[in-house]
């Protein structure tokens, strides 16, 4: 399975950005499909998550302004981000759970593939 990103993109503080995840295989049988954000010096962070079975799960700087959801066939997760701050300034990747390991659902280790990521800049 291949992930590529779209939708990023820059825009001024309290703009919005909808960001995509289209994969090449069948992610159906995922636990998780997650968006994760690393900006410059920083180390990558969970963003938002969603399970197969539809829950989700946010990073708390984000809450009430983020929200992550995906199409009918499970195979295109969004993430629509609204009243973006120049502090969500970072490169987006979005990301796969086949494994369904324990370590919560911001836990970089049980996602595998990655995409390459989508820049999102907020001035």
């Known amino acids: 399975v291949q992930l590529v990103e779209s939708g990023g993109g820059s825009v001024q503080a309290g703009g919005s950005l909808r960001l995509s995840c289209a994969a090449s295989?069948?992610?159906?049988?995922?636990?998780?499909m997650g968006w994760f954000r690393q900006a410059p010096g920083n180390e990558r962070e969970g963003v938002a998550s969603?399970?197969?079975?539809?829950?989700?799960y946010y990073a708390d700087s984000v809450k009430g302004r983020f929200t992550i959801s995906q199409d009918n066939d499970r195979d295109i997760p969004y993430l629509q981000m609204n009243s973006l701050k120049p502090e969500d300034t970072a490169m987006y990747h979005c990301?796969?759970?086949?494994?369904?390991?324990?370590?919560?659902?911001?836990?970089?280790?049980?996602?595998?593939?990655w995409g390459q990521g989508t820049q999102v800049t907020v001035s």
């Open positions: 990301a796969a759970d086949f494994i369904g390991a324990s370590g919560g659902w911001s836990n970089t280790m049980r996602y595998n593939p």
């Open positions: 295989g069948n992610t159906g049988s995922c636990y998780l």
């Open positions: 969603i399970s197969r079975y539809g829950s989700t």
